[in-house]
């Protein structure tokens, strides 16, 4: 059992490689922990992770699906930081379409970002922390992991996949002292959809309405969590998907 560390302290001195991290989710979670004083690598296939660029922050451009960009990735925090604490697979993508309209290059674009890359991130990073017997992966899922949504069945295979693939390697992981956990994110207020829509985020910021709680949620609101599940404070948590939806996922009786 660890003692309790206060909120600002539990990220403290951690190395931790943040995936899409040039914009949205991704970004508010590099921001967040080196603001708490962990070092980050932020990994984006887009140069304007560049612009996170100072001292303890370091930015990756590299595509997460390429044969050898995870393999970097882990080794850039070693170099540079000593070691490997964190993953936190956030990198991802959304194509909206129907199911008999998608094409094969389509379905495989989105697999290959939302599972392939968080996969094969995932395996590099866990041999490294075995060395020391302790880390933590978080990964960024959806609450589309269990609810299905029309026009988005590519997406929402992915996240459930996702959500399996935590499970299955945070039993073959916790052995070694390595926790992982995911998140069940509902709407956030990000451009993820801009590249099919005129206005992503606003388009999310007025879906999020439907959620109990009546809104979307802030990247920094998830980005909070994740600091959470990369703690000590969290070191009982194994194989969990944590629902931040806003209560998009409560089963409501008739």
Not at 2 to 9: E, I
Not at 95 to 107: C, N
């Amino acid at each position: 059992m660890t003692d309790f560390m206060p909120t600002p302290n539990e990220i403290a001195d951690k190395v931790v490689i943040v995936t899409g991290a040039a914009s949205g989710i991704g970004r508010a979670i590099a921001e967040l922990f080196h603001a708490r004083g962990a070092k980050v690598i932020a990994e984006d296939i887009n140069p304007e992770v560049n612009t996170l660029k100072r001292p303890g922050l370091m930015p990756f451009v590299a595509d997460i699906t390429v044969d050898g960009s995870a393999e970097k990735a882990v080794a850039l925090a070693v170099e540079h930081f000593g070691r490997l604490d964190v993953l936190v697979n956030n990198a991802g993508r959304i194509i909206y379409k129907p199911l008999v309209e998608l094409t094969r290059e389509e379905w495989s674009w989105q697999m290959e970002t939302n599972v392939t890359g968080a996969f094969l991130h995932s395996r590099e990073a866990a041999k490294e922390m075995m060395k020391k017997k302790s880390g933590a992966i978080v990964n960024i899922a959806s609450y589309a992991s269990y609810f299905a949504f029309p026009g988005i069945a590519a997406y929402t295979a992915s996240k459930g996949a996702l959500a399996q693939l935590t499970r299955t390697q945070a039993l073959e992981a916790i052995e070694h002292g390595i926790r992982v956990n995911a998140i069940g994110v509902g709407d956030v207020v990000t451009n993820l959809l801009n590249h099919f829509m005129e206005d992503g985020p606003g388009f999310l910021s007025e879906h999020g309405k439907s959620a109990p709680i009546g809104r979307a949620a802030a990247p920094e609101e998830i980005a909070e969590i994740v600091a959470f599940l990369a703690s000590e404070r969290a070191s009982f948590i194994v194989g969990s998907v944590v629902m931040a939806d806003g209560g998009m996922s409560i089963p409501v009786g008739g």
